[in-house]
């Protein structure tokens, strides 16, 4: 599975943005796709979720601000991201949860990783 994010940039604060990652593969509607992110100088962190069943799951902080959807006919999951905050500054990622887990809020239980897509937000 090879998976490529997309649409990343540099906006201000109160701005909108919207990350792709076309994944690879015939049988994307049966994985579980996340979206992560890491900060210079700090560990990646969880900042939502979207299962194979469409439930979506995501990080407190970004909560009401930004809205997780997937299209299976074209293999691929968005990250809308409104009302961003200079701390939302990071390098997104896309990862693909092939196997179901347990969880899906650490970075260990996905299979496969996007290169990311760098997200900078001017206050």
């Known amino acids: 599975v090879q998976l490529q994010a997309s649409g990343g940039g540099l906006v201000q604060a109160g701005d909108s943005l919207r990350v792709s990652c076309a994944a690879s593969?015939?049988?994307?509607?049966?994985?579980?796709m996340g979206w992560f992110r890491q900060a210079p100088g700090k560990e990646r962190e969880f900042v939502g979720a979207i299962i194979r069943s469409g439930s979506v799951y995501y990080t407190d902080s970004v909560k009401g601000r930004f809205t997780i959807s997937r299209d299976n006919a074209k293999n691929t999951v968005y990250l809308q991201m409104n009302s961003l905050k200079p701390e939302d500054t990071a390098v997104y990622y896309c990862?693909?949860?092939?196997?179901?887990?347990?969880?899906?809020?650490?970075?260990?239980?996905?299979?496969?990783w996007g290169r990311g897509t760098q997200v900078t937000v001017s206050s």
């Open positions: 593969g015939s049988t994307f509607s049966s994985y579980n």
């Open positions: 990862a693909a949860q092939v196997t179901a887990r347990f969880t899906i809020t650490r970075a260990t239980q996905y299979d496969y």
